[in-house]
């Protein structure tokens, strides 16, 4: 069984002589955890915690010889929600309760609410106390079966954790611990940021944009060091059968997608892979479609105009002082015929993404491209919407490069 090794662990029970067993097999195993006991809950913290994976719960956090169910409940629900956001994610819900019958039940139910699905465990478990971290492990290994694939998503967590770890090992290592060492430091990561965006543009960066532009470039190397990491793993005891045949629907592989390629924030910069969606464009718009093999097509009418950046990354850093890209529509999702009959002839199409809450492809024009200096594209005030990152970044790039550098010929027909 995996547990999650990188401070994922809440135990909320005001007797701690009968969780103390444990607590010792977490700190055994190095499970950090995080624990709560006081019975009005004057110890929880004022903003809840990041990414729970695993809460074990008292459900009698009263001082009542006989409380009522609303009020347990209630009680419950109140902890719930201060240590877990709304945007968790997946996590095991174990509670301890010799009374399961009377307050269980009624707490599972509870938490099946529509008002609650943000809060819902995906899997809740009743163990009687005192436990300790065996009986926790085998209870948890008979029910977790019908989830290999979320072991396989609590090992990445981890291994995450402990691949950017050793990547803060690495940099801070390389000087010697003397008088100079934070110096030192300060000083490289200057250069570092420097190095991302330029000398020019990084002076005129707050310190918050210097610090954020000297960590972005460290943490490119957190994905090299996620490699070598699951390269040391043994994976026999995540052991997944044969994928049955299964329609995953379009949104789902969208959503996938836009995970492992797109990125959106409102915080982006004019940086290669910044996507703008333009409204006020309609001539480029109508130009673009007008060259379609169906320009008349429903789908084609309906695509909106954006503009991709695919300036290369040095040239930021070297203040080369230009932004350099193509002009593109997205793409409705729904209809993938049409998109194979009607697109350009010299484009480049992105696997379905979600975008504006549908599934969508970003189709790239490479008949449309401009380059305009960096002081005129900042005044046509014109803000990311997403931006596009790793493989099909340089996917994209490497389309356009193409596209440029053909020689072509000449003949007579």
């Excluded at 532009?213 to 990491?229: N, R």
């Amino acid at each position: 069984m995996i547990l999650p090794d990188n401070g994922k662990v809440v135990i909320i029970d005001d007797k701690i002589d009968e969780v103390i067993e444990l607590i010792s097999g977490l700190s055994a195993e190095k499970i950090p955890f995080v624990y709560y006991k006081d019975e009005l809950g004057a110890d929880l913290p004022s903003t809840p915690l990041n990414n729970v994976r695993l809460l074990f719960l008292d459900l009698l956090l009263i001082d009542d010889n006989k409380p009522t169910v609303k009020t347990v409940i209630s009680t419950l629900v109140s902890r719930l929600k201060k240590i877990i956001p709304h945007d968790n994610g997946p996590y095991i819900l174990i509670y301890f309760s010799s009374t399961r019958r009377i307050y269980g039940k009624a707490f599972e139910r509870e938490l099946s609410k529509k008002s609650l699905s943000n809060y819902k465990p995906f899997l809740c478990l009743s163990i009687t106390k005192p436990t300790n971290l065996e009986k926790v492990k085998k209870e948890l290994e008979k029910k977790f079966d019908d989830f290999k694939s979320l072991k396989a998503f609590l090992l990445l967590e981890s291994v995450t954790n402990k691949a950017a770890s050793k990547v803060v090992n690495q940099f801070t290592g390389i000087f010697t611990v003397d008088g100079k060492w934070g110096k030192n430091l300060k000083d490289v990561l200057y250069k570092t940021g420097e190095a991302r965006v330029g000398q020019e543009t990084f002076k005129g960066l707050d310190n918050n944009g210097k610090i954020k532009s000297a960590l972005l470039t460290i943490s490119s190397t957190i994905d090299e060091s996620i490699e070598g990491e699951m390269n040391e793993l043994d994976f026999t005891g995540i052991n997944f059968d044969p994928l049955v045949k299964y329609d995953t629907t379009s949104d789902a592989k969208a959503k996938f997608n836009s995970r492992l390629h797109l990125f959106s924030s409102d915080n982006l910069l004019i940086r290669s892979g910044a996507i703008y969606l333009l409204r006020n464009k309609k001539a480029m718009r109508n130009e673009i479609i007008s060259k379609l093999r169906d320009p008349k097509n429903e789908t084609v009418i309906s695509a909106k105009l954006f503009f991709i950046d695919l300036t290369p990354v040095c040239d930021y850093s070297q203040d080369k002082k230009y932004v350099r890209g193509v002009y593109g529509l997205l793409w409705s999702g729904n209809d993938e015929k049409v998109l194979k009959k009607s697109k350009p002839a010299f484009s480049k199409s992105s696997p379905l993404l979600f975008i504006n809450n549908q599934g969508q492809y970003l189709i790239l024009d490479f008949r449309f491209c401009q380059s305009m200096l960096f002081d005129e594209f900042k005044k046509l005030n014109w803000k990311p919407a997403y931006k596009v990152s790793g493989e099909l970044l340089n996917e994209f790039q490497s389309e356009f490069s193409k596209h440029i550098s053909r020689p072509g010929y000449t003949s007579i027909y």
